[in-house]
């Protein structure tokens, strides 16, 4: 079975430049989460969707930063415009939401670094 | 407070050993809870979940939790290298947000 899938794995810009993190979940999953991970803080949730509704985005950084997911098979994650320490890893996550707090499966992430 | 707190380590156990990772979180209507482990350069991946009081096994694994003192802990026996890892506790209260702890590095000396 075909895990998270994200593209792409790594994203090299410069400052000022778009980017755009793209996400396929686990098929039948209906929640996605994205995170960012860095040496200083740690996993961070940014922003999670249930069914396709953004739920909470109060981890967003910045209006710079936005979430969509269209459908149920593509999320994506866009920053505009990039800032050095937007450079981190972001990952996304699924899971089979049960009602009973959530098993997340994690894709292998992008590696961001904004030059 | 944080939410989920981990000491950060590392945590260095040899070969064989028991190890005993900690974590303490601070909302008492948390309901579930994770184990995740992060090599590194990779992603999280869930190793162990436990939702009510008591102990869980699972092969070498044993999760522990403790709701009124508001402490989950996971118990890794046979240490091998292999398990060398950032381990990262995870606590859902309820609904769609998980809160993951900074993680606990583990090192496994041969």
């Known amino acids: 079975d075909a895990g998270v899938i994200q593209s792409p794995r790594h994203e090299v810009t410069e400052m000022g430049q778009e980017v755009t993190l793209r996400c396929k979940p686990i098929?039948?999953?209906?929640?996605l989460f994205w995170y960012r991970q860095t040496m200083m803080r740690g996993l961070e949730l940014l922003i999670y969707?249930?069914?396709?509704?953004?739920?909470?985005d109060s981890g967003m950084p910045e209006d710079r930063f936005s979430a969509k997911m269209p459908n149920a098979s593509f999320s994506t994650l866009k920053i505009q415009p990039s800032e050095p320490r937007d450079s981190a890893v972001y990952f996304c996550?699924?899971?089979?939401?049960?009602?009973?707090?959530?098993?997340?499966?994690f894709g292998p992430g992008t590696r961001l670094t904004v030059l | 407070q944080k939410e989920v707190e981990q000491n950060s380590g590392p945590l260095s156990v040899p070969e064989g050993a028991i190890a005993s990772l900690n974590c303490t979180y601070s909302?008492?209507?948390?309901?579930?809870f994770f184990w995740y482990r992060q090599y590194s350069g990779k992603s999280p991946e869930l190793i162990m979940f436990?939702?009510?009081?008591g102990d869980k096994e699972d092969g070498r694994f044993t999760a522990q939790l403790n709701k009124a003192s508001q402490y989950v802990s996971l118990l890794i026996r046979d240490s091998q290298p292999s398990d060398s890892a950032t381990y990262l506790c995870a606590v859902n209260t309820g609904g769609f947000k998980t809160i993951f702890g900074a993680g606990t590095r583990l090192f496994v000396k041969a």
């Open positions: 996550a699924s899971s089979p939401f049960s009602g009973r707090g959530n098993e997340q499966f």
């Open positions: 909302d008492r209507g948390s309901q579930s």
């Open positions: 098929s039948g999953h209906n929640s």
């Open positions: 969707f249930n069914n396709n509704v953004p739920i909470d």
């Open positions: 436990i939702y009510s009081n």
